[in-house]
């Protein structure tokens, strides 16, 4: 499960861990949604990360390429030449599978870069 | 006459000669009386190497929070260790492009050994290695062999090639049939012959076979892999090489988890944007 800094947490999100203050005390358990409040009172008690449960865009990167993601006809005519290349490729190899995969939600490295989003030069930010 | 490898190897002066400053620089850097003002003096001789230096340390190869401006600071950032490789590296392609055959598509060629470059360095990080930009290096000049060989060979490499993407055949089976040796071996051979450590030229003559190699068996795992990663991903312009078979041993030896691949992967995406823009189109953008 994926430990979060607090300034990654926003509304909506769902713990998978119990959040307690220094001393032991629950804050907020685990399973709950987390909301605007939370956030407040974990900041307050001096919280500075916690364990959310994945979300579909785990991490800033990918919500990045999901914009950029094949739509339904690029990824059909992307996943023949796809095919072709891994044509002889052990699918059912672990690493072959999750490159596949990646391959087929991403557009080619050929089709240049994506476009940057306002406010971000492109760089990672920590 | 028959062609061997250390023909071709004695042929491939006409690709050309590193120029004096990589090795004052490599000479700098291995001289302890050098301090790093003076290491930095000297890049600063060549304006376009600074450059790249520059935008290098403030790429997302280093992820800084704050600009860097200065030569000094690119190569507090970067390190002295590392500056040799990324010294090879600009040569590399600026010196020996002007020499390759005619009809080799050049920018293809640089995309795809780019993205094994970014790959291997990943990789690297993924595994927590030491100056990682030695990797770069390694998997930037991983091909150059093929390169050699389309130069040398013309017909008889285009023919190979076309048998390799209408069959499906290995090219490196094939140059070993016909050969007797193949891409990785005679590019392994160049880059020795150009004095490159062995963690570098080695894997490269292995990377067909990593699991034979005894001394670097995790560098010739990172660019097996990192081989893989780079032509899954699709730099280039289409009719390339198939994706080799993989060698799970070399797999083994990595010793990654899966789970972190998709996140690796996205890192890999990114920073082969940057080095394109850093290495390949100085002048323009480029799509």
């Known amino acids: ?126 | 006459m028959s062609v061997t490898l250390e023909s071709l190897l004695a042929n491939s002066e006409r690709l050309g000669s590193f120029p004096a400053i990589v090795h004052r620089i490599n000479d700098a850097v291995e001289d302890p009386r050098f301090s790093l003002d003076e290491v930095g003096q000297i890049v600063q001789e060549d304006p376009v190497l600074s450059a790249r230096l520059l935008r290098i340390a403030n790429s997302s190869f280093y992820s800084q929070r704050f600009p860097i401006d200065t030569i000094a600071r690119a190569l507090a950032v970067i390190g002295t260790k590392q500056l040799k490789e990324l010294v090879t590296a600009t040569y590399v392609m600026n010196t020996f492009s002007a020499q390759f055959h005619n009809d080799l598509d050049t920018k293809s060629f640089w995309k795809h050994c780019i993205a094994c470059g970014v790959a291997c360095r990943a990789l690297a990080t993924a595994r927590r290695e030491a100056n990682v930009e030695r990797f770069y290096l390694m998997g930037l000049l991983h091909d150059l062999g093929k390169v050699l060989l389309f130069t040398e060979l013309g017909d008889q490499s285009a023919k190979m090639l076309k048998n390799h993407q209408q069959n499906g055949i290995p090219l490196y089976q094939m140059e070993r049939d016909q050969l007797g040796f193949d891409h990785a071996d005679l590019g392994g051979r160049l880059l020795e012959r150009w004095k490159l450590p062995m963690e570098i030229h080695q894997p490269v003559s292995y990377h067909h076979k990593p699991a034979e190699d005894a001394e670097c068996p995790l560098e010739s795992a990172i660019l097996h892999l990192a081989d893989i990663i780079s032509i899954g991903l699709r730099p280039g312009s289409g009719g390339q090489a198939l994706i080799p078979p993989l060698n799970n041993d070399a797999w083994q030896v990595l010793h990654l988890p899966t789970s972190i691949l998709p996140e690796l992967f996205n890192i890999i995406r990114l920073q082969y944007f940057d080095a394109v823009a850093i290495f390949l189109d100085d002048h323009a953008a480029d799509g």
């Open chain 1, 1 to 126: 499960m994926p430990v979060y800094r607090l300034s990654d947490i926003t509304p909506g999100m769902t713990l998978a861990q119990d959040v307690r203050d220094l001393s032991g005390r629950l804050l907020l358990a685990a399973d709950s949604e987390i909301t605007d409040k939370h956030l407040r009172i974990f900041r307050t008690w001096g919280i500075s990360e916690a364990d959310v449960l994945p979300q579909q865009s785990d991490s800033p990167l990918v919500a990045v390429e999901l914009d950029n993601a094949g739509t339904e006809s690029n990824l059909a005519s992307g996943s023949d030449e796809l095919k072709e290349l891994f044509r002889h490729c052990d699918h059912n190899h672990p690493f072959i599978k999750e490159l596949l995969q990646f391959a087929q939600l991403h557009e080619p490295l050929a089709n240049g870069a994506p476009p940057k989003s306002a406010g971000n030069d492109g760089k990672v930010s920590l």
